[in-house]
């Protein structure tokens, strides 16, 4: 028994040496644990309510369009852009606004909230929405080589058919029908024989002359 009390004492000593040397950052360690685990939590409601903020915020923008109330859209996608930019609810707001100011003949301002929407977007099939209707704006402006820049790279596959049908349009608008030709050739090919659009690319084949393939 006195053994046992002897050993427990030597452990007991080796602990209390151990804890004198680390016990400091072993403290620092776990409250570095405690405030990174504190943090992640905090983010994450952070996150949460954002989103939820940001779909209260865009439903007023939506409700604002369909009552024909311009300031009040305004006045919500302002506050998506400036406050909840981060949410996905932002760059839809600025394609919303865009859309606004279209209607409204304000191609300039158009062009800046689209081109903010493919540049915060972090939604492939929003970016890619948002890049074909900067790109009309463009073609609208007459602005054909940021047009073009606009529509190159990449893109999904799901919209690899309206690409290629604006950058026809932006080449035809240049002169350059055999080029529009080829892009609207590619349109139509990419598009399933069901596709309602496909008979308005098959028009504009036909106006140009030639096979649709």
């Known amino acids: 028994m006195a053994t046992y009390d002897l050993d427990e004492q030597e452990r007991l000593d080796e602990l209390k040496a151990w804890w004198k040397r680390w016990g400091s950052l072993v403290m620092v360690g776990l409250a ?21 903020e940001a779909a209260t915020v865009y439903e007023k923008l939506t409700q604002s ?9 305004r006045e ?4 998506l852009l400036d406050q909840y930019k981060g949410t996905a609810y932002a760059p839809r707001a600025a394609m919303l606004l865009a859309k606004l100011n279209v209607m409204n003949k304000d191609l300039k301002s158009a062009q800046s909230q689209l081109e903010w929407a493919v540049a915060n977007s972090k939604e492939p099939a929003v ?3 948002a890049r074909l209707h900067l790109a009309g704006v463009q073609l ?23 690409f290629e049908d ?14 529009a030709r080829v892009a609207y050739q590619a349109a139509f090919g990419k598009m ?11 028009l504009k084949l036909d106006a140009l002359g030639g096979e649709t393939k």
């Open 32 to 52: 570095v644990v405690v405030a990174g685990a504190a943090g992640w939590r905090y983010w994450q409601n952070h996150t949460v309510t954002q989103s939820l």
């Open 65 to 73: 369009l369909a009552a024909n109330d311009a300031k009040s859209a």
């Open 76 to 79: 919500a996608g302002a506050m």
């Open 127 to 129: 970016k890619d929405l």
């Open 140 to 162: 609208d402006q007459k602005q054909y080589e940021a047009a073009l820049k606009t529509l190159a790279g990449s893109h999904s596959d799901a919209f690899a058919f309206r």
């Open 166 to 179: 604006m950058r026809g349009d932006v080449l035809m608008a240049q002169g350059k029908k055999a080029e």
């Open 192 to 202: 399933e024989k069901d596709n309602p659009y496909r008979s308005i690319v098959e």
